[in-house]
């Protein structure tokens, strides 16, 4: 009996500790996208925070302040090949991607530090490049953020940051 009984506590140790490890998803989901081009890639790793019938813009993310641009974590972007950001050269490389949003255009930061996922690890000190882009309003909301490469070409593309009624474009050339 006491064999039966140590048993049964053994095996309910055992499958506590496996219920414990068990994985659940984040509420915002990461992704990783890589995108041929020009002669190379681009890639960017960050998470997609959901609406989740929030305002967003100018309250869960204020206007004015620097915003990581994404959930969870530092958002990053990689280059394969040197590019051109507002006239500005890139080397190829990684980097990080914050943003400062405003109601009608937001500052896009291409920064040396990979790691900032808030504004106390921020040293403006390391951005590479800083361009103001114009926020543009649409008509319909999108879910969940979503940052993508969009009209891709031979040696161009813009990287397109969707969220709830906002849009916004940052022109990208390469070789």
Same mark, same amino acid.
């Given at each position: 009996?006491?064999? &039966?009984?140590?048993? =049964?506590? %053994?095996?309910?140790? /055992?499958?506590?500790?496996?219920?414990?490890?068990?994985?659940?998803?984040? +509420?915002?989901?990461? *992704?990783? &996208?890589?995108?041929?081009?020009? =002669?190379?890639?681009?890639?960017?790793?960050?998470?997609?925070?959901? *609406?989740?019938?929030?305002?967003?813009?100018?309250?869960?993310?204020?206007?004015?302040?620097?915003?990581?641009?994404?959930?969870?974590?530092?958002?990053? %972007?990689?280059?394969?090949? #040197?590019?051109?950001?507002?006239?500005?050269? *890139? +080397?190829?490389?990684?980097?990080?991607?914050?943003?400062? +949003?405003?109601?009608?255009?937001?500052? *896009? &930061?291409?920064?040396?530090?990979? #790691?900032?996922?808030?504004?106390?690890?921020?040293?403006?000190?390391?951005?590479?490049?800083? /361009?103001?882009?114009?926020?543009?309003?649409? #008509?319909?909301?999108?879910?969940?953020?979503?940052?993508?490469?969009?009209?891709?070409?031979?040696?161009?593309? #813009?990287?397109?940051?969707?969220?709830?009624?906002?849009?916004?474009?940052?022109?990208?050339?390469?070789?």
């Amino acid at each position: 009996m006491k064999k &039966i009984f140590l048993s =049964l506590a %053994i095996a309910l140790c /055992v499958s506590g500790a496996f219920a414990q490890q068990q994985k659940t998803p984040p +509420p915002s989901t990461h *992704v990783t &996208i890589k995108q041929e081009f020009g =002669l190379s890639n681009i890639e960017l790793s960050y998470s997609r925070p959901n *609406v989740k019938g929030r305002k967003i813009f100018g309250e869960l993310v204020p206007f004015g302040k620097l915003w990581r641009t994404g959930a969870n974590a530092a958002t990053t %972007i990689s280059f394969g090949a #040197d590019v051109t950001i507002g006239g500005k050269k *890139v +080397p190829a490389g990684k980097y990080g991607l914050l943003t400062i +949003p405003q109601e009608n255009e937001w500052t *896009v &930061i291409i920064s040396k530090q990979t #790691d900032v996922s808030g504004a106390d690890a921020y040293k403006e000190a390391e951005d590479l490049v800083r /361009v103001k882009v114009k926020s543009m309003p649409m #008509d319909y909301p999108i879910e969940t953020f979503t940052i993508s490469p969009s009209n891709v070409k031979a040696s161009s593309l #813009d990287l397109v940051f969707l969220w709830d009624k906002t849009m916004v474009s940052l022109p990208i050339t390469g070789k």
